[in-house]
């Protein structure tokens, strides 16, 4: 058991990737600084590549991007495919795109690409979700791979790579225009939101609760950005927000601006700088406060000089420190057990409940001082919900990195109702889970927006688990 729960050596996991000699590039600096651009530009030279993406969507923009500049590329994310290429009937091509845009988690280890972007690296220091940059950092079968991040990470993927024998390249950049800490803050007032700014909030609830509260207050109309916004949605509300003539000129935004959407922003206004993550409410890390603030200001626009602030005076300091301070070294990157050792593990504990089993490979797992567990915590949270449900292992193994968020009782019921269908070999629909409007029902006057949320979280676990 204890060989099996042995993760020191990820890098024997991949051995495809073991056979290639791979050029590793690290493009490093702070907000607005050019390096993802600088990146970018390789990869559209390439003849075969891929982008790895923090989030679906900034894979999207990457997608978006890619093709509008008559480069074929494809959209890979855990909830949806879109193909660049189709044929003269419509059909969709999957192999003739020579690009792939997707999600970090959705990597593609078994095709070879002469350039693969891997961006945000600083992520594989995550809590949950680092096992998939250090599982990408290590297995790609990339000729030349490029990291985009914060020189805080610099030391750890050295050492990492030096473990295969890997050289590592370093390109540092500046950031292209000025950021400034005003020197107070809205004093709780939304009438002080002026045109350019963007109110950054940490939920949807909390999203278009500030538009309408900022609307009502300064007449300004708002556009809004969050992480799982439809993509059309999304491009349309950027489209707006940066367009000076279209009468949107106020940006409400959860966190996910944080990383590399392309967005005209004059100040960032946090209402807080302490967000519930599943489980307590905490203070923003370092990386968060400054890779939010440092989307301010944007060079070669009208707002060469950012600026960023908080709503509430009390969380001024802390804002002003974070941006003061230097970044902190990252000493270690998460890793997570291959679905086949989870699988072998199980196997010699054939009567236990599966989350026991988790709790017991994490227990008896062994890192190297590169390296710590990731994603357990959640692994443990699911499987705990599929306990008593006879289920094989192979078919178990996709919910444990689901998006099911615990806290929400309806999700978590249609979940539970989903793995009941596949344990019983049952063909499902969406319907089964989510009562959807009919085409040209009347529309409800008040939309219950908990429910919607429901909804939506539902929508989205269906087709990651499709």
């Not at 439809?230 to 106020?250: C, I, M």
């Not at 599943?278 to 200001?297: D, F, P, Y």
């Not at 009567?351 to 692994?379: D, G, I, W």
């Amino acid at each position: 058991m204890r060989s099996i729960a042995d993760l020191r050596y990820p890098a024997e996991w991949n051995p495809k990737s073991r056979m290639m000699k791979r050029k590793i590039i690290m493009h490093v600096g702070p907000t607005n600084s050019g390096k993802t651009y600088s990146a970018l530009m390789k990869l559209k030279a390439a003849n075969r590549g891929a982008y790895l993406s923090p989030l679906r969507l900034l894979a999207h923009e990457i997608f978006d991007t890619m093709n509008n500049a008559g480069v074929p590329c494809n959209l890979v994310t855990g909830e949806e495919r879109r193909y660049g290429v189709t044929d003269e009937n419509g059909v969709p091509q999957p192999g003739a795109a020579k690009m792939i845009s997707s999600t970090i988690e959705m990597a593609n280890f078994e095709r070879e690409v002469d350039v693969a972007i891997i961006d945000e690296i600083q992520m594989l220091a995550d809590a949950e979700r680092g096992w998939a940059w250090t599982h990408a950092l290590l297995g790609l079968p990339a000729r030349e791979i490029h990291l985009c991040g914060e020189p805080t990470v610099v030391e750890l993927v050295k050492k990492i790579c030096a473990t295969v024998d890997e050289e590592v390249e370093v390109k540092h950049y500046d950031r292209l225009s000025k950021l400034e800490m005003q020197s107070e803050s809205l004093h709780g007032n939304l009438r002080y939101v002026q045109k350019g700014d963007c109110f950054v909030t940490f939920s949807r609830t909390g999203i278009f609760s500030a538009k309408q509260a900022i609307e009502a207050e300064t007449g300004l109309r708002c556009a809004v950005a969050y992480g799982s916004l439809p993509p059309e949605s999304r491009n349309s509300q950027a489209k707006l927000f940066n367009d000076p003539t279209s009468g949107y000129d106020v940006l409400v935004a959860s966190d996910a601006i944080g990383m590399g959407l392309n967005l005209n922003i004059r100040r960032i206004i946090f209402e807080a700088v302490r967000k519930f993550d599943g489980k307590a409410v905490r203070t923003l890390s370092l990386t968060q406060l400054k890779q939010i603030a440092g989307r301010a200001g944007r060079f070669g626009t009208e707002y060469a000089v950012g600026q960023a602030t908080t709503l509430v005076q009390s969380d001024m300091a802390i804002l002003k420190r974070a941006l003061a301070i230097p970044m902190i070294e990252i000493k270690r990157a998460g890793i997570q057990p291959t679905s086949q050792k989870i699988e072998e593990f199980a196997m010699l504990l054939p009567n236990a409940p599966f989350s026991y089993v988790l709790k017991t490979f994490e227990m008896m797992s062994r890192n190297s001082s590169l390296f710590f567990p990731s994603q357990f915590r959640t692994m443990v949270q699911n499987a705990e919900l599929l306990d008593k449900i006879k289920m094989p292992i192979r078919e178990r193994i996709p919910f444990l990195s689901a998006p099911i968020q615990i806290r929400d009782d309806v999700l978590v019921k249609e979940a539970v109702k989903m793995a009941e269908a596949v344990a019983a070999g049952q063909a499902v629909s969406i319907d089964n889970f989510v009562k959807l409007p009919e085409e040209g029902s009347k529309k409800e006057k008040k939309p219950d927006l908990q429910r919607l949320e429901s909804n939506h979280r539902t929508i989205m676990l269906y087709l990651w688990l499709r």
